[in-house]
């Protein structure tokens, strides 16, 4: 089992910039890979970025390129996802997740998330 602790959401303007960490323990030789997601009311979650755990290999949604950088830090098993020039449309819930099997999140491990609200 892996267990992920998300931080870092807020209220923040439009134009500012957040990082959001996410804390992994338990089994983390286990996972092959972390990445981010958001929620926003009444619509459905959508991929922000993925890193490779051992490789560093980023992917980033076209939503946010240039915008949101996902990073990670091995030793302390945490990732984090920096986010500048935030607009009222990245509100959402943001969620971590480790995927073990190198194939997807889905069937992986969550985090409950945390709120990250823009306003404009």
């Known amino acids: 089992q892996v267990q992920l602790v998300e931080s870092g959401g807020r209220l923040v303007q439009a134009g500012g910039s957040l990082r959001l960490s996410c804390a992994a323990s338990?089994?983390?030789?286990?996972?092959?890979?972390m990445g981010w997601f958001r929620q926003a009311p009444g619509k459905e979650r959508e991929f922000v970025g993925s890193?490779?755990?051992?490789?560093?290999?980023?992917d980033h949604a076209d939503s946010v390129k240039g915008r949101f950088t996902i990073s990670r830090d091995n030793g302390r098993n945490t990732v984090f996802l920096q986010m500048n020039s935030l607009k009222p449309e990245d509100t959402a819930v943001y969620y971590c997740?480790?995927?073990?099997?190198?194939?997807?999140?889905?069937?992986?491990?969550w985090g409950q998330g945390t709120q990250v609200t823009v306003s404009a």
């Open positions: 997740a480790a995927d073990p099997t190198g194939r997807s999140f889905t069937g992986g491990y």
């Open positions: 338990g089994r983390t030789q286990s996972i092959y890979a």
């Open positions: 890193i490779g755990w051992r490789s560093g290999s980023t």
